[in-house]
């Protein structure tokens, strides 16, 4: 039972949010708890469909406040004359029920944190269902037709008051009609685009990076402007700008580079102004009456040479003026100048987690069809000449990224993985683009000399991978560090191998599973173990962990996890054949990973595989898949079903759930037999008429 899907991965979500449900429906039920399956729905789906990085296991106070005063509000609708779910109770069951289930990602909060934070909210819950204004559009016009007496289960009577309402025939509230339209268009949909995950990263200690830090050309420079201002404040000009006298002073006490031999204004003086404009943004100097002071609360910070950094790393993004802006008439704005503050942190995010440095022309590319499928620009000569201003100014950002230290530039040859992707696919248009499409392109559609051009142009930029060596770029460990601390501030995961140490072993195993690769995942797993008393307890735990998973698919997954990290790992998986509750689990990865064979199980383990196979499919498809696979399989499958419930698996709740499976097929034999049995979508409704919208 997997924590995270893909967004596409439809069916195994849903499956897996069914198990989910009705497990936790009977785990609340032995404990003498209510719980509304409804809310649970949507609060899965929340995590699913409402977060950027979609793990169902991972809870933090910011998405309780957001999942009862946002998403609830905005997506389910509650008719005149009901009262809203108890969705702060069963919300906090479902986090009682995953921590204890041993589903929840040890990288967010705390249980008690997050219990917390619902106590807190849950105030405030109830009347932001009933803020019209925090309404989504398909709810206001749902309540706005029960209001006026329409049936809005009634699809007739529904589209009938759509009809009316598009030609204005329909009284409603103008003023709060505006708030939501002003709402989503400033927080945009509730369902939002999922990040790209990242791969996990290797970090320094805090100490090693405050000692990289120390070194940062531009670091001095920010703290050298701060330092020259000083409490007193220097004079500027009437204009705003630095005197000259002063700003040649600063050239060469800085060492910024600007030749200061022909120029006649401070204006003309690019890295110094930019490094003036930094500090303002990073609120470390400021101009108060024609005086640029250093800013006194700013003091701590220029003390402490880590937290400059970062401050100086997260204020870069908004220079764009003063990095690429119009200095002289030579110099135009390019394409990157547009989308400056949007393409620097992408690049980043593009460098962040690679295994091998960025090729120069790899990371040029990317960029140019970002450039081609934003800008509407006809000719080949003009997409020449505007994709290099862009990568000049690029290259440009590039360089005070390089000064501040969080990048790192050099030549080299090319790793072989940047070859595999064709380089034509991402800076050319492929074949057979429509005639309407082909002048954004620079090239003529269809015809012999677009082809022999594409393919010149292709084999131009492969040579340019694999003639020599090319500019290799990636980020440095300061660079890392930064970048994930926005990905995390953004809600996105970015996993920091060492991360894991003092988690619990489920957790441990969870986030392996599904997060790390091979390498992170060893290096992290003998971190966890390094960290306990003895690597035999260590072991004992992992292996605990595994039993007490109640999920035969999870189960499976995290000794996958484990076996592959584990050192001698097969070994272990051997030893672990025999084991009362694992060994189920150790035979399914066994004859998975083909180190047994059919013919190598006696009689009760070849059962207990069926069963294994049957309670992991169940899990999977659910209950309606799991009929509709089988539904073909006539005699066999029920000859399957009855060896399964007499194997003596040790799961005896999944052995239930599998149970119910086949007594219903047994009573819808169509259902159970036929092959063209239609898989029904579960319905939105819950209790007291609530609907997704």
């Not at 003895?534 to 605990?544: R, V």
């Not at 599998?658 to 049995?677: D, F, I, M, N, T």
């Amino acid at each position: 039972m997997r924590t995270f899907f893909a967004p596409e991965e439809t069916e195994a979500y849903e499956a897996a949010r069914s198990l989910l449900m009705r497990r936790l429906d009977q785990w609340a039920r032995e404990r003498g708890e209510n719980v509304d399956l409804f809310v649970v729905e949507t609060a899965l789906d929340y995590r699913h469909r409402g977060t950027c990085d979609g793990r169902l296991g991972l809870w933090e106070p910011r998405h309780v406040e957001e999942y009862l005063l946002d998403w609830l509000p905005r997506t389910v609708t509650v008719l005149p004359g009901e009262d809203p779910a108890d969705a702060p109770g069963t919300l906090a069951a479902l986090l009682r029920y995953l921590e204890a289930m041993g589903l929840s990602d040890p990288r967010g909060a705390t249980p008690a944190d997050n219990l917390a934070a619902i106590e807190a909210f849950a105030p405030r819950y109830a009347p932001a269902m009933a803020d019209r204004g925090r309404w989504g559009i398909a709810k206001f016009w749902a309540v706005t037709a029960a209001e006026q007496g329409v049936d809005v289960q009634d699809p007739a009577a529904l589209e009938s008051f759509v009809e009316q309402a598009q030609q204005g025939e329909v009284p409603y509230d103008q003023d709060v009609l505006d708030e939501v339209l002003r709402n989503h268009l400033t927080r945009g949909p509730a369902e939002v685009a999922r990040a790209e995950p990242q791969l996990p990263v290797l970090l320094p200690a805090e100490k090693e990076l405050r000692a990289r830090a120390e070194t940062s050309c531009a670091l001095r420079w920010l703290r050298g402007i701060a330092d020259w201002a000083g409490p007193e404040g220097r004079a500027l000009t009437a204009a705003g700008n630095l005197r000259m006298a002063d700003a040649r002073a600063l050239v060469a006490e800085l060492g910024t580079g600007d030749a200061v031999d022909t120029v006649r204004s401070s204006t003309q003086l690019p890295r110094l102004g930019l490094v003036v404009e930094w500090a303002k943004r990073a609120r470390l100097v400021r101009v108060v009456k024609g005086r640029l002071y250093a800013v006194a609360k700013a003091q701590p910070l220029l003390k402490d040479r880590l937290a400059l950094w970062r401050r100086a790393f997260e204020t870069f993004p908004e220079l764009r003026v003063p990095l690429l802006g119009t200095r002289s008439g030579r110099h135009v704005e390019s394409m990157l100048f547009d989308s400056f503050e949007d393409a620097v942190p992408d690049v980043l995010n593009t460098l962040y987690s690679l295994p091998h440095a960025m090729p120069w022309p790899r990371l040029r590319d990317s960029l140019h069809l970002c450039y081609r499928a934003e800008n509407d620009l006809t000719g080949r000569n003009a997409w020449q000449r505007e994709l290099g201003h862009a990568d000049r100014d690029l290259r440009t950002a590039l360089d005070v990224l390089e000064d501040l230290g969080a990048i790192k530039r050099h030549e080299g040859m090319a790793d072989p993985v940047f070859l595999d992707i064709p380089l034509e696919e991402a800076v050319l248009p492929p074949a057979g683009m429509p005639p309407e499409l082909a002048d954004l392109f620079g090239v003529v559609a269809g015809g012999h000399g677009e082809s022999e051009d594409a393919e010149e142009r292709s084999k131009e930029r492969r040579a340019e991978l694999t003639d020599g060596p090319v500019e290799l770029i990636r980020l440095t460990a300061l660079g890392h560090d930064s970048v994930r601390r926005r990905l995390l501030a953004e809600g996105r995961d970015a996993p920091r191998v060492g991360e894991l140490a003092h988690a619990p072993a489920a957790g441990l195993l969870g986030v392996i599973a599904e997060h790390y690769d091979p390498d992170a995942a060893r290096t992290e797993l003998a971190a966890w173990i390094a960290a306990r008393a003895s690597p035999a307890e260590a072991l004992e735990k992992l292996t605990d962990a595994v039993r007490a998973t109640p999920f035969r698919t999870r189960a499976e997954a995290l000794l996958d996890a484990l076996v592959d990290a584990y050192p001698n790992g097969e070994a272990l998986l051997r030893g672990l054949r025999g084991d009362p509750l694992l060994g189920p689990t150790a035979l399914s990865v066994l004859v998975r990973r083909e180190v047994l064979g059919a013919e190598d199980l006696n009689e009760p383990e070849s059962l207990v595989m069926v069963a294994e196979s049957l309670l992991q499919l169940l899990e999977s498809a659910g209950p309606e898949g799991f009929l509709e696979i089988l539904g073909g399989q006539g005699l066999s499958a029920h000859k399957a079903l009855e060896a399964a419930l007499a194997s003596g698996h040790p799961d005896q709740v999944g052995l239930a759930d599998l149970k119910k499976v086949a007594e219903q097929a047994r009573r819808q034999p169509a259902v159970r037999l036929g092959r063209g049995h239609q898989r029904r979508r579960r319905g939105g409704g819950g209790k007291g008429g609530r609907r997704r919208r």
